[in-house]
């Protein structure tokens, strides 16, 4: 079942938040490409998860149920992954929809600081944009953009809703700590997402139980990964990794559906890690 041919990406996005593909095309595209294993991992949901699943169903394509929750740091963020999470849980969702829920007021007060800003857009072109998805700056930026105020996805990033921008507004107050512990909680293996940046959490987060490093990530050069993989066997962490596709088009500073290595032998470690989190 293992062989070093088998492809993996565990770390996608579909139009349950911030992705370009439903989830069903995301899947019949990870297929076209050949790949043995994907983890869906939108932020803040999980609403995703059961028609990915069904869409893989009787073909070679193996789905693990995932989530991206964010944190707001002082002067950055922190993503924590969580995988073989039970989505069904019940306190699980009841906290998703919060986080969800603060996300919607925080896209309205982004475009009204936008507006004070002297580039204003439609708040309800922002929730046209999401659809059904959780909402967040991708989809602020898209409405910038089709205002014509930014020439480009990044622009609006650099310009106005980046962590450190005249229109940013918080999330959900979620400390990393509670991060993990909720993806715990509902049976997942909770794993620190590009932490290129934030590598000073790792230790404070493997007291209260981190388990995995996001060290294969499809925007770091190998002298990165190499330092992240020194970094995860330092404090015995599953060195997971992902493109963090986004989509063909808009978001096209993320890596591409699959284009990134990750060891194949990492989803058998996940499992592992995810049944004796269950079994606790
Ligand atoms: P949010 O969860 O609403 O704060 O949005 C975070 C998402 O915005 C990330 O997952 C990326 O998809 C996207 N993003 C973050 N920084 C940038 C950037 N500089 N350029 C383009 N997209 C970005
Ligand atoms: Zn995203
Ligand atoms: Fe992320
Ligand atoms: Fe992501």
Redesign the pocket.
């Known amino acids: 079942m293992l062989n070093s041919s088998m492809r993996v990406d565990l770390h996608t996005?579909s139009t349950a938040?911030?992705g370009e593909l439903p989830p069903a095309d995301l899947v019949r595209l990870a297929i076209e490409r050949g790949l043995s294993v994907i983890a869906l991992t939108d932020?803040?949901s999980c609403d995703g998860i059961d028609v990915a699943i069904e869409a893989a169903r009787g073909t070679t394509l193996q789905v693990i149920p995932g989530v991206?929750l964010?944190c707001d740091v002082s002067q950055s963020?922190v993503?924590m992954l969580g995988y073989f999470v039970n989505w069904h849980d019940a306190h699980f969702r009841s906290m998703l929809d919060k986080f969800r829920e603060v996300?919607f007021g925080?896209?309205e007060k982004m475009a009204k600081k936008l507006a004070a800003l002297g580039v204003p857009i439609s708040f309800e072109r922002v929730k046209e944009i999401a659809g059904d998805g959780?909402?967040?700056?991708?989809?602020?930026?898209q409405a910038l953009l089709e205002a014509g105020h930014v020439a480009t996805?990044?622009e609006?990033?650099?310009k106005y809703?980046?962590?450190n921008g005249p229109a940013y507004v918080e999330?959900f107050r979620l400390t990393p700590e509670d991060a993990v512990a909720l993806i715990l909680q509902a049976g997942g293996v909770p794993v620190l997402a590009h932490p290129r940046e934030v590598t000073s959490w790792v230790e404070p987060l493997v007291k209260v139980g981190l388990i995995g490093l996001e060290v294969h990530y499809g925007l770091y050069d190998d002298p990165t990964k190499a330092e992240l993989a020194r970094m995860a066997r330092q404090y015995g962490l599953v060195a997971t990794g992902g493109s963090?596709f986004?989509g063909l088009n808009k978001?096209g500073?993320?890596s591409g559906l699959g284009e990134t290595h990750v060891p194949p032998e990492v989803v058998a470690k996940l499992k592992e890690k995810a049944a004796s989190i269950k079994a606790n």
Do not use: C, K, L, N
């Open positions: 996005h938040s911030d932020h803040d991206e964010s963020e993503h996300r925080r896209a959780s909402i967040g700056r991708p989809h602020v930026a996805v990044s609006a990033f650099d809703i980046g962590r999330r963090d986004h978001m500073h993320m």
